[in-house]
């Protein structure tokens, strides 16, 4: 098959299980700073998702996530162009199920069920956890999330709990931050040039900035969350990194992707 991606969600998938010589090109996005695949982006041909360009292509395939808009699956199909789709997962073993599917798709089923395995021997590896600390994960945007996001089942993989309580994405809770601190911060998308801080932000409140300043914070690569996909894990062992070193223990655990 000859592939087409269409966004950078879908890139990554086209990047990490099909052969150079089958696609034919992917987003403007694959080689951006939040693209977990960026490197392996470098001189693959970009298109855009428009239909014209798609379709002048002549694919065998069309990868999508979002792009090519609402539309853009139902319109290729009536073409005659099969679209992969890549599904959404609100946990890990969601992701993992993704994973599959998509290298399914791509005719790269072996090489999906290597990237889920590693998955599976990398969180097994995570020590448990000796004491009950709690995360609170922050963006520029002064965004957190709770329970029913798969960054709140990234925390509790890493061995913690949440210190947002209330379910789904809220901006950050700065009254009870005031008076009550978490062990650890989870800072994404920090080092992004296009996530950053706007005059209404909740980050620009003293009580944010406090917590920054004052809380162990660990730094999470915008594209290690930016996509649900095999890469979350070394979010999750960054994060378990920096609670290990809270609990007092042997600070010289390592992980190779956590930085």
């Excluded at 809380?215 to 996909?229: D, K, L």
Aim: with cysteine.
């Amino acid at each position: 098959m000859r592939i087409v991606s269409l966004d950078y969600c879908a890139d990554q998938y086209v990047l990490k299980f099909v052969d150079r010589s089958r696609i034919l090109g992917v987003s403007p996005d694959a080689a951006k700073q939040f693209s977990y695949m960026r490197d392996a982006a470098i001189d693959v041909p970009t298109i855009r998702s428009l239909a014209e360009d798609v379709i002048i292509q002549k694919p065998d395939l069309v990868v999508r996530s979002y792009g090519g808009g609402p539309n853009a699956a139902a319109f290729f199909k009536q073409a005659g162009i099969p679209v992969l789709n890549v599904g959404w997962a609100s946990d890990i073993e969601g992701v993992k199920s993704v994973i599959a599917q998509m290298a399914q798709g791509l005719g790269e089923a072996e090489k999906g069920q290597q990237v889920i395995d590693e998955m599976t021997a990398r969180l097994a590896a995570i020590p448990a956890p000796t004491k009950l600390l709690t995360a609170l994960y922050m963006t520029p945007s002064g965004v957190t999330t709770g329970s029913g996001s798969l960054v709140h089942e990234m925390l509790l993989a890493a061995g913690l709990t949440n210190f947002q309580t209330k379910a789904g994405w809220r901006t950050l809770p700065l009254e009870r931050l005031a008076y009550e601190q978490p062990d650890i911060i989870a800072a994404a998308f920090f080092e992004s040039k296009t996530n950053h801080k706007d005059a209404w932000s909740a980050m620009r409140n003293p009580i944010a900035r406090k917590q920054m300043k004052n809380t162990p914070t660990v730094s999470i690569e915008g594209s290690w969350t930016s996509c649900g996909a095999w890469f979350l894990v070394d979010a999750i062992e960054a994060i378990a990194s920096l609670r290990i070193q809270q609990e007092g223990r042997d600070t010289s655990v390592q992980y190779d992707n956590a930085k």
